[in-house]
C-alpha cells in the first residue's frame, strides 16, 4: 500500500508572510489598514470563534504597519493592562495591537473599568490607535456601560470562513506552519475531504501530526482518513 512520508519539522512561528488574506478577512483586514493610517484616533475589534486565525492576523497587521512607518506594538492580555497602568507617551504612528483581547475584558471588573476608560482616553489625546483581537464578540462581554462606550463607537470586524478557492493555499500555509509537507496526490486527497473551517483545519493537521509522530511520519491513506 502506497505510503507517504513526511517531513516532519518543529512548529514554525507565526510568520507575516505565510499569512493568507484569504475571502473571510481580506476585505476586512483592508479596511483596518487604510483605517489605521489615517492620523486620528483609530480603535479596531476583530472577532472570530477561537483557532480562526487571529494571532496569525496580529502578526500580519504588525508587519504591513512596520512597512508604512508606523509603530506597532504586540501586546498580550497582561501587557496591555500593565501598559495602560503606565500610559505611556504616544503619537499618530502608534498603534497597540492586543491578542487574546477577550482574557483582558473577561477579567475586567467594575472597579476596573476607570483605568481602561483613562488609557483609551489618554490614546484618544496622542491620536494614537488600538486593534483588539478577540475569540468572544463585543456583546458577549458583561463590562460596564464605560468600557462598552469606548468600544462601541470603534470600528468592529470578523474573521469569516474562507472561500473555496482560498483552501488549497490555506491548507499548504498551515501544514508548513506544522512542519509538515507531502506530495501532490495526498495534498489533493486532503483537500477533498477536510473540514472547510480554519479552526476545523486546524484541528485536521493536529491529529496528523499526532499520527505521523506516533507512526514515525509514514501514513498511508487509512491512516490519513482516520484523521478526518
Request: aromatic share 8%.
Amino acid at each position: 500500500m502506497e505510503q507517504v512520508s513526511l517531513n516532519i519539522r518543529s512548529r514554525l512561528a507565526y510568520a507575516a508572510e505565510s499569512f493568507v488574506l484569504h475571502a473571510g478577512i481580506r476585505a476586512d483586514y483592508e479596511k483596518c489598514l487604510a483605517l489605521l493610517l489615517q492620523p486620528v484616533f483609530r480603535l479596531c475589534f476583530f472577532s472570530t470563534e477561537p483557532g480562526g486565525g487571529k494571532t496569525h492576523l496580529s502578526v500580519k497587521l504588525l508587519d504591513s504597519l512596520a512597512d508604512r512607518g508606523l509603530q506597532p506594538v504586540l501586546l498580550d492580555a497582561r501587557g496591555f493592562s500593565a501598559l495602560g497602568a503606565d500610559k505611556p507617551s504616544a503619537d499618530q504612528r502608534t498603534v497597540l495591537i492586543v491578542d487574546d483581547a477577550e482574557q483582558y475584558f473577561q477579567s475586567l471588573s467594575s472597579a476596573d473599568s476607570g483605568s481602561f476608560v483613562a488609557f483609551i482616553e489618554h490614546l484618544r489625546q496622542q491620536q494614537a490607535a488600538v486593534v483588539f483581537l478577540s475569540s468572544r464578540r463585543i456583546e458577549d462581554f458583561r463590562f460596564d456601560d464605560h468600557v462598552r462606550s469606548r468600544l462601541l463607537p470603534g470600528q468592529g470586524f470578523k474573521i469569516c470562513a474562507p472561500s473555496e478557492e482560498d483552501l488549497a493555499p490555506l491548507l499548504k500555509a498551515m501544514l508548513e506552519q506544522r512542519g509538515l509537507s507531502m506530495p501532490p496526490r495526498k495534498f489533493e486527497f486532503i483537500l477533498r475531504r477536510m473540514p472547510r473551517s480554519i479552526p476545523g483545519i486546524s484541528g485536521f493537521i493536529s491529529r496528523l501530526q499526532h499520527l505521523a509522530l506516533s507512526t514515525g511520519g509514514a501514513l498511508d491513506y487509512p491512516v490519513l482518513e482516520a484523521c478526518f
